[in-house]
């Protein structure tokens, strides 16, 4: 797993090698970025369920202004941090040990502070449209803010909650990337 592009180009991350966690792949986490295009520059992204931080580490390659990554677990946690210093991307990052299919702790994070955010659950468990649902109850989406939700062909999320629109949607092998924006 690697930088695909900006200032960390081809910088190698670590892996995680904990059972049931699937990193976004390279390819995947490509042609995301392919069709985020400027969306990325100068954003404040939030990563939920980051895993390794490499969609939140791509975004700040590419000109995201900060990122916060949400995991819950303690050897993502660790790898996290672990990838943010091997690119010495640490001054824009923030690292929080929440569970964000229980809630977003509104006190900790930016209220309609982000302008992207990845969301990358652990498939067939419920916690994406509890997530989204949280994106939006608790105002965490800046106007005109993408929502990145990454989830098995066997799951497509057909609408978003209220508050959401899906605008586009791209399969990838097994996965499917879907894009939401706020509704207006």
Known sequence: MRVIAGKYKGRRLLPLKTPGVRPTSDKVREAVFSILANH????????????TGAMGIEALSRGARR????????????????????VKAGENARVLALDAAAGLAPPLLPRAGFDLVFLDPPYSEGHMERALDALVRQGLLAPGALVVAEHDIHSPIEHGPDGLVLEDRRRYGKTLVSFFSPAE
């Open 40 to 51: 990325v520059v100068d954003a404040r992204v939030l990563d939920l369920f980051a895993g």
């Open 67 to 86: 990122c916060v990554f949400v995991e819950k677990n303690r050897a993502p946690l660790a790898l996290i941090h672990g990838n943010l210093a091997l």
